[in-house]
């Protein structure tokens, strides 16, 4: 396979350095992309980089990545109006750890071929650098007006944020060192990220070339956009992770699910693993019946299996069928309880003693005297008989239904449903 046109059809190439592609044919090439370990996962603003290594290893060449444990202590000042919070060393570990486990699962770190993937981390030679050996070493051989002239630089020195601390300018130098480590070392010979690291990347060739007259390259994929022309990958509730500690698989297959037509075009060749016959066949049965959302349905599928698995796939699937299906009382007990009040989200909820369930109470006085859910109980008695009213996704066929503890979901909540589309939330405690 060509990378270079694996990356073109799927509209993952911005900038790339003349003579990449002439390299790359030439023989397996080392690539790096480095991730800043602000936190202990990643997020779906990283796939792209993940994805372009996972296509860079198929190609036949060697993915490290490098966990920036020595720059995350610094703050990259790239497409940023403002200095980034440094963190503590016991920190960084902590969300390096986090990272690696997250990439072993996407790409191969541990066969025995010759482009298994590797992991390194900058701190490792940053760290017994002295501020003399930097700027006699390094300082030296790249100008300020070379540094100056760069796109990320000249933003905030013309008024974007509270201008530039020194530590933050010298970033392209830190970030120009690790190429060089890396070419000297593990003969790494290409650095890829995206668009707004070409002013980095190009000073880290720059840098290799007068320290050791070698060639290096640089490429850059684009910075992913939504149609709308909005940040990708934020909610109202923040970034999407690819830990479901902190996005659960359900709310991470329900953020793939709900984008928009244009941006589910885009987005499957980028996000999935899918060739290109199969990526345009999808593409033209969605445009035949873009109502099916046939399209947003496997892309949901091909990242919620790669990022968590087939069963966190199935699962979310079933707890979408909950709210927006004829899913079963069974299906309904199946899921976990985070999961549970995610699907639930957003609809009416009240809270009841547990004490009024002790001895059971009767479901029409549960839903007018303890939550305010029929506003009468004449009301209550005309939608049961009229076979309008579930109780934890079970028809109530009487208007002398009881209520116990035993009904509760997870030893706690009650799930009424009134008509088709709506829920509410009883919580016992």
Known sequence: MNFVEELKWRGMLHDMMPGTEEQ???EMTTA???IDPTADSLHIGHLVSIMILKHFQ???????FLVGGATGMIGDPSGKSLERNLLDEETLHRNQEGI?????R???FSSEAPNAAEMVNNYDWMKNFTFLEFIRDIGKCITVNYMMAKDSVKKRFNGEGDGMSFTEFTYQLVQGTDFLHLYQHKNCKLQMGGSDQWGNITTGTELIRRKTGGEAFGLTCPLIKKADGTKFGKTESGNVWLDPRYTSPYKFYQFWLNVSDEDAERY???FTML???TIDSLIAAHREAPHLRELQKRLAKEITCMIHSEEEYDKAVEASGILFGNATADALRKIDEQTFLQVFEGVPQFEVPAAALAEGIGFINLCTEQAAIFPSKGEARKLIQGGGVSLNKEKVTSTDAVVTSGDLLSGKYLLVQKGKKNYFLITVK
């Open 24 to 26: 790359l044919a030439k």
């Open 32 to 34: 790096y992309v480095g």
């Open 58 to 64: 198929r190609c036949g060449h060697k993915p490290i």
């Open 100 to 104: 690696k486990k997250q990439l072993s």
């Open 106 to 108: 996407l790409v191969d």
């Open 268 to 270: 499957i060749k980028i």
């Open 275 to 277: 060739d290109k016959e």
